[in-house]
């Protein structure tokens, strides 16, 4: 039994198996350590079984605990659902160690969903292989275990679909992780920074989440996931430009909705973008692009502001960004309703005082919200930055300024690869037939 178990699930270091002697007969064991409970297998069969109180056949016979497996085809299955395997005299019985966790396991906290699941990832990595296979029960999950840091010596699970992963991306990581020279990693977003290839980049290539439902989807295509001990997040690679604007309740909208939702995030982050910088070039440089009476409304919104447009910018960002950043850092019970309060009271005071336009705290707001509709963090948290270089073409340039930095955008994330595969598709993944995905022989 063992042997044939350990051809059908070669990958999956976490399979337990034993072959257990006493002085009446030989039996052996295999389950999966993640999906089982390790008391359950101790109390139910090595104790009774090592204590010899009495024949053990009879006991897998006659307790209703244990149950016979005549078909040597659900081996797989039944393991992957927390069974434990026994092989006694020729015959195969299984108990139920499943081991399920529910109230210790934490809720989503980053990426919320209305209609998907609210369970997220455990910083206990066994704990999070246990969810991951408890929704992805298939004998090809393969699960490699290493260590990062030289200090810190890390846990890391590597984990992948051994029919549908690329070689190439599993190569390339398995690489990155082997020339990875630190002595500490504690966090999924430190190892991203340390193995993106990227010191310095403007986009993350790599997805951090802590949703099990996107790690699912995610293996299904056929794209690596690696944890950590100690963090409640994973990195999935590679990623794309689309998957960090895919939100998990686009799966359960209608068709319409989703591509109504998906269009208006896109929207939001050009003008997250872009409405700083166009409000600079076009009230210095440009104004001509307005209506008569628009352009009377803007000048006279300014009318009492002593500096040009630039600073008032800088000084309208410079406080929003404050008022993010204390939203983050402040105790969560009250952290939103100091921000809250905050911002109406400091916009209203600026706008009065003259230092800032009420235009320019209609822009600042735009911007503040259109930011937070990126469905995935460190996406959010990198867009955020990208409005402040174009300000610069912005104040010297004018619109011709704000153009040629778009193209450099666009350019740098054509030019963007995640571990070999192109980065800027903004459209949703062609499906692939099974023949083309790549195939992992197991070593």
Not at 120 to 142: G, K
Not at 293 to 303: C, D, N, V
Not at 348 to 363: E, F, H, N, T
């Amino acid at each position: 039994m063992l042997n044939r178990i350990g051809t059908i699930m070669a990958q999956a270091k976490d399979l337990n198996t034993h072959r257990l002697q006493n002085k009446e007969r030989t039996i052996e064991l295999a389950y999966i350590s993640s999906l089982c409970d390790e008391s359950k297998v101790s109390d139910f069969i090595i104790v009774p079984f090592m204590k010899e109180e009495e024949d053990f056949l009879t006991t897998l016979i006659h307790n209703p605990n244990f149950t016979e497996l005549n078909d040597t085809a659900k081996w797989a299955d039944t393991l992957l659902r927390g069974f434990v395997l026994i092989s006694a005299e020729q015959r195969i019985f299984t108990l139920d160690a499943a081991r399920i966790i529910r109230s210790e396991t934490p809720q989503t906290q980053v990426e919320t969903a209305i209609m998907g699941s609210q369970i997220a990832l455990s910083e206990d990595l066994i704990d999070s292989i246990n969810i991951i296979r408890t929704r992805y029960p298939s004998p090809e999950l393969a699960v490699e275990e290493t260590t990062l840091g030289n200090v810190s010596r890390t846990r890391t699970m590597l984990v992948y679909d051994n029919r549908r992963v690329d070689p190439t991306v599993l190569a390339n990581v398995r690489e990155s992780l082997r020339k990875l020279d630190v002595d500490f990693v504690q966090a999924a977003g430190q190892l991203e920074r340390l193995i993106s290839g990227r010191k310095r980049g403007l986009f993350p290539t790599m997805l951090i989440t802590e949703r099990p439902d996107r790690i699912t989807g995610s293996l299904q295509a056929g794209k690596v996931v690696l944890l950590l001990q100690g963090s409640g997040f994973a990195l999935i690679m590679p990623a794309t430009f689309f998957e960090f604007m895919h939100a998990v309740d686009d799966e359960f909208d209608s068709f319409w909705m989703t591509r109504f939702l998906i269009i208006l995030r896109y929207g939001a982050i050009i003008l997250t973008i872009l409405l700083p910088s166009l409000y600079v070039a076009v009230v210095s440089y440009n104004p001509e692009l307005f209506r008569v009476q628009l352009a009377f409304s803007i000048a006279g919104s300014r009318s009492a502001v002593p500096y040009p447009s630039f600073i008032e910018v800088m000084i309208m960002l410079f406080m929003i960004e404050s008022l993010i950043e204390a939203s983050v850092r402040l105790p969560k019970y009250i952290g939103s309703t100091a921000t809250t309060v905050g911002g109406l009271i400091l916009g209203q005071a600026a706008q009065q005082a003259g230092l800032v336009s009420s235009i320019m705290i209609i822009v600042t707001s735009v911007v503040a919200i259109s930011n937070f509709v990126v469905p995935v963090n460190n996406m959010s948290v990198a867009i955020r930055f990208l409005k402040y270089p174009l300000l610069v073409p912005a104040i010297f340039f004018g619109l011709s300024g704000v153009a040629v930095g778009i193209f450099v955008y666009l350019v740098y994330l054509a030019d963007l690869r995640s571990f070999g595969k192109p980065y800027f598709r903004i459209l949703g993944p062609t499906k692939r037939h099974t023949g083309d995905i790549g195939q992992v022989k197991p070593s």
